[in-house]
Structures are given as C-alpha cells and as structure tokens.
C-alpha cells in the first residue's frame, strides 16, 4: 500500500532518523478534526450549557443571564456573567483543552470548583455546533474577545501546524457595547455568545429557554436560595426548586406543603484517593432522605406533574459541591417502585471524592464503587421500606379475592417444600450498621410487612399511575421473598379474580421466577449506571406488556373456543 510521503510525518525523513538512531521523537499535537470529535461527546443542549455556567459560578458570579434567540433561521445562545473575568493568560489557558495549573495557575479547579477536568468549555461549545466569541474583561483591565471554533482554529493550524487562537483587544464601539449591554455595564465579567448553532433549529429555540429555566432552578437551587447567584433567562427570573420540598417547600394554590425529613446522617473519615492520587483519610458525604406530601394531604394531578412526583423523576438527588449532577435513579439499588414517588433522597459530597463516586466528565452521572455503597445501603433500604408504609397507609387496598388467597397458599406451600430449587436473591454487600441510626424517622400507618414466611405476598392496589399489570419487589433476599403489587383497576384483574386453581398457580409461579431472573441479570452487572439503566428497561417492558394487555384482554374470547 502506498503511503503519503508528503504528510505530516513524512516517511523517509522518520526511517532515516530512527535508522540512524535507533530512535525517533516528534510531537502528536491534536489536529483540528479533534474538535469534530468533540461535537459528539454526548452532552444534550441543557447539559452543554450548564457546564458553561458552571465556569461562571467557579467566577464568583453574582448574576448569571441567558438569553435564547434566533437570527434570522440560526439560533443563538448568550450566556453573560459578572465574575472575575480572564486576563489573556488566562483565556489562553482556559482554552486549552485538559487545562490544569500550568495553564490556570491559581484559578485551577479546586476541590470546591463546580469544573472537574477543564474540558467542559471547550466540549460544551463544540457539542453545539456553532460559532463561538467570547469577550472577558477583568476589573480595571480592558476588554479582549477570542473566536474559538473549528474554523479559527483550522486557520492557524493550516500555517503552523499547531492549535493556536488570537485574543484581541476590543477597541470597536459594537463589541463594548455588547458587553456592557449583556452584563449590565459591570466593571468585570465574561460574555459568551454561541451563533450559527445546528445543534437545534430556531423554531424550538422558546422550548429550550423554558427547559432551561426549570433546570437551572434545581441544579443550582443552593446558590440561588442563599442569595450567591441570580440567575435570568430570557428576561425572566429564576426561582430556586428543591424536588425534596424540605429546605425550599412546595407551593401551590397559595399553599405550602413542606416534606418530612425521615433520616439525616453524616459520613465522615472515609478512604479516597484524590486528584492528584494520593490516598486519604478525610473523606465525608451528606445522606438526607425525605417523605414527600402524603397522597392523603395532597394528590391534584396537577401538582404532581408539576413536581415530578412521578415513576420516571423518582431517586436520588446527588449533589457535588452544592450543584445537583444526577436528579433521578436509585444507583442501581433499589427497583422503581410507584410506592416511592413521594420519597426523595439527597447525598451531597464535595469534589476532592470524584473518583471514589466516579463523576463523569459531563458531570451528569456517578456510578460510586463499593465502598461507598456500603455506607449507606443499608439505610436506603430501611428508609424505602419506611416510605412503602407511608404510600400504602394513604390508599385504599381492596381486599384479595378468596379463591387466590387459596391458590396462592397452595403455591406458598409448595415453594417451601422446593426452597433447594430456588435461586438465592442478590444480597445487599453493605458493611452492618448501627441499627440506632437505620430507619430513625416516625413510623406512619399501619402497614407492615414484617418477614413473612410466605415465599410469595400478595398485595392488591387501585393506585395504579399506569397501565402495569402488577409490580415486584424484593422482602427478603435470604428468606428469598417476593411482594407483588396486583393493580386492581387492569382489565385483566378480573380474569385473575376468577382464575382456576392450575392457571392461577403457573401465573404466580411464572411471577415470582421472572423477578428472580432479573434480579439474576442486574447481579451480573458491577457498574451502577448500568444497573439502573437495566432497571428502567425492565420497568419499561413490564409497562408495555401491561399496556398491551389492558387493550388486547378485553378483545380476547372468554371461553375456550378460539
């Protein structure tokens, strides 16, 4: 195969060197295509945007404003702030991709910093495929622009085979009165404008202002609640939102309805290796978990999609540094549940411990390692049973049909007699705690489940927010236990009303194998992220099937003639 001798490394001149002696040494500087490479580094729009603010908070930024626009058919996004702004040295070294402390100096990021590995400006800029200026001015220093993109880039490579930008000091009117328009005529700030953008279409440009507004009040709701950062978008100012209802009650209608706190613990003195590699001793984390308003104090439809209390939004709120990075989801932990929509966790640690909860570097998922698990699974697991009490003390659960409270004593039975062909459930690999602080909030209802010694219980509910045919939960793993949530108001429940004593055994046989398989499933998998994403889709079958069920039972004969 013939190879290009006229190419960056040209051939001949490598071999005669390495032949000469015996080694060769060049430089890999990246090539502009890195930055298409870039584009596709899986940020959606709000994310790449948030990271770019995430700058402005590390900025010391009092008020941070976007604005979401079109001109003409091409979108545009503004992001302004009036923190510390960059001298040139600085904007160089910001610009640079993995920039660290050769090229920050004292503005490195900490272990207070909202940034992680000074790619964030640069991926966030390219993953929305425009054109890029941004202007910065330091207090009593001028005001330098910089074009950071594809093209500027591409030009100075083309004449020195290098990256390389230009920063120009602004002496045109136009970009000084941009400036002082979008920060307000602050003394010091950074104004980012993103043009010419591809990444979405200008007809869509008032949804991602309106997405955006309700992201921002939740991601950064400590700095907005404290009174740090004001944030605008579009004109309009944003209100902090806390999905837990606790620090920042939920309002509706003129009223108030604030969460119950049911467990706050402290961990503190744990093991982590930190950014520079070095093991430590120090280490701490934040667990606070919450009951949210009861559906016997408040259920309106609407506020509860108002609020996200609902299947998809349930999970751990995780927070790094005062900023939420992941908003649901259990870890991996715990299966959705419909009974844990008015439960809400939050773990809060601060960056120094990035490696042990491995932060991506979108900062939008953790997948924490064992260690850290097991300091806190086992009252994640006593706070979920606790929530379940709750839910089910606030709904009404109609009463289970005589014949299949026969069939499934029969089938009890009979799994007793075969526990040596059961599968063992995964077991919780959490260190044993202290049972003082495990499950410490108020006992509500009368619900318990206790420790059966039925292999397979049966719960009937009509509290449905879906069409699920019924839902599976784990008791117990050692005395390998099942619950199972029958919706009552699916079509199909009045056939399992009615059900013959072989059909209605194989049902609740058929049931209680298949969450055995899953749980099977997710043991085999050792990443968190992974866990949860296979939980969603199991969710998602199990919901399908019941939706297709709820439609095709109806149409099914009703006798054996088919």
Not at 367 to 392: G, H, M, S, T, V
Not at 449 to 470: A, T
Not at 474 to 499: A, C, F, G, W
Request: aromatic share 10%; with cysteine.
């Amino acid at each position: 195969m013939a190879i290009n001798q006229e190419g960056r490394y040209p051939q001949s001149e490598i071999l005669k060197t390495i032949s000469e002696f015996g080694e060769v040494t060049r430089e890999i500087t990246p090539s502009p295509n890195f930055l298409t490479v870039l584009e596709q580094s899986g940020y959606k729009i709000e994310e790449a945007i948030l990271d770019i603010i995430d700058n402005s908070i590390d900025a010391a930024s009092t008020k941070i404003t976007l604005q979401i626009g079109h001109e003409k058919e091409d979108p545009f996004v503004i992001i302004s702030d009036n923190g510390f702004g960059m001298t040139p040295d600085i904007l160089f070294g910001a610009l640079v991709l993995g920039a660290d402390e050769p090229e920050l100096g004292d503005r490195n990021k900490n272990s207070g910093s909202l940034g992680k590995y000074g790619t964030g400006l640069k991926s966030s800029l390219a993953e929305l495929k425009g054109k890029n200026i941004i202007y910065t001015k330091v207090k009593d220093g001028d005001l330098i622009k910089v074009h950071y993109d594809k093209e500027a880039i591409q030009q100075y490579w083309d004449k020195n085979t290098k990256w390389g930008i230009t920063i120009k000091k602004c002496i045109d009117p136009e970009d000084i009165e941009f400036f002082n328009e979008h920060t307000n005529d602050s003394e010091q700030g950074t104004v980012i404008k993103i043009y010419k953008i591809k990444r979405f279409r200008h007809t869509s440009c008032y949804d991602k202002a309106s997405s955006l507004k309700k992201i921002i009040g939740q991601t950064y709701r400590r700095f907005i609640h404290n009174g740090k950062t004001n944030f605008e978008v579009n004109g309009t100012k944003i209100e902090a939102f806390d999905p837990c209802g606790y620090d920042i009650p939920f309002e509706y209608n003129g009223k108030t309805y604030k969460s119950e706190m049911l467990s706050e613990l402290d961990f503190d003195n744990l093991e982590y290796i930190d950014s520079n590699g070095k093991k430590k001793r120090d280490g701490f984390f934040k667990y606070r978990s919450y009951l949210l308003p009861q559906k016997d104090v408040i259920d309106e439809y609407d506020i509860v999609k108002k609020f996200g209390w609902n299947m998809d939004r349930q999970g751990i709120s995780i927070m790094r540094n005062g900023r939420e990075i992941q908003n649901r989801g259990w870890l991996g932990l715990v299966k959705i549940d419909s009974r844990l929509t008015r439960f809400k966790v939050v773990i809060e640690f601060s960056s120094e411990m990035d490696a042990a909860w491995s932060v991506d570097f979108k900062k939008t998922r953790v997948d924490p390692n064992e260690y850290i698990i097991q300091q806190f699974q086992n009252q994640l697991d006593a706070d979920c049973k606790q929530a379940r009490q709750a839910f089910d003390a606030t709904v009404y659960s109609p009463q289970i049909p005589a014949s299949l409270t026969k069939i499934m004593e029969a089938l009890n039975n009979f799994l007793s007699r075969q526990d040596n062909l059961i599968s063992a459930l995964p077991q919780s690999s959490s260190k044993k705690q202290d049972p003082s602080k495990i499950g410490t909030g108020t006992p509500r209802g009368q619900y318990t489940i206790g420790h059966p010694p039925d292999k397979l219980v049966w719960h009937i509910r009509d509290d449905f927010s879906n069409r699920k045919l019924y839902e599976t939960i784990t008791l117990n793993s050692q005395r390998k236990s099942v619950q199972v949530d029958l919706n009552s108001k699916h079509p199909m429940y009045e056939y399992i009303k009615t059900i013959d004593k072989r059909n209605g055994f194989m049902f609740g046989l058929q049931i209680f194998t298949n969450h055995f398989g899953q749980q099977k499933a997710l043991s085999c998998l050792t990443k968190r992220n992974d866990r949860e994403n296979l939980i969603r889709q199991f969710d998602e079958a199990a919901e399908e099937q019941g939706n297709m069920l709820w439609k095709l039972y109806p149409l099914a004969p009703k006798d054996n003639k088919v």
